[in-house]
């Protein structure tokens, strides 16, 4: 697997080798020596999967308690995805990196605990699945409003997304709760 480092210490961008022939094609999507080799807590626990239409945006998602590292990638369709740093001792603290997943890339993205994440599809449809490094905590998540002028995400093709109401209640980083520690 080929690993690239983001201009934020944390997120990486996974690109998986990739074997092909006329049949189909073979690729290894994840390996547990790679992330024990992260540090310890990064086992995961749980493995999801949504399908959502052209301009969805889910997100900024994050668990102030039992917080998640995420590995996503894309099944089907292509979304642009973000991971935004909430580790209040961090030097880039607010910041986030953006990247396109998409069924045909292939690649995949390392979000880990201490961040924020969401997505906006730009297919007709996507399917996104990830792996979680701690369990969904309903009670433990927080939303960060996607698009607070402080983050300044720049979401491709966003002039009206479709937003849960969860979602369009997200809080500015100014008012969100932070991740002691750098996790």
Known sequence: MNVIKTEIDGPLILEPRIFGDDRGFFMETFRASFFESLGPGYRFVQDNHSKSGRGVLRGL????????GKLVRVVQGEVYDVAVDLRRQSPTLGRSVGVRLSAESKTQFWVPPGF?????????????????TDYYAPEHERTLLWNDPELGIEWPDCAEPLLSDKDKRGL???EAELYDGLL
């Open 61 to 68: 998602h994050y668990q102030i308690q039992q917080p998640q």
């Open 172 to 174: 500015r980083l100014n």
């Open 116 to 132: 924020a994440h969401g997505f906006l599809v730009l297919s007709e449809t996507a399917e996104f699945v990830y792996k979680c």
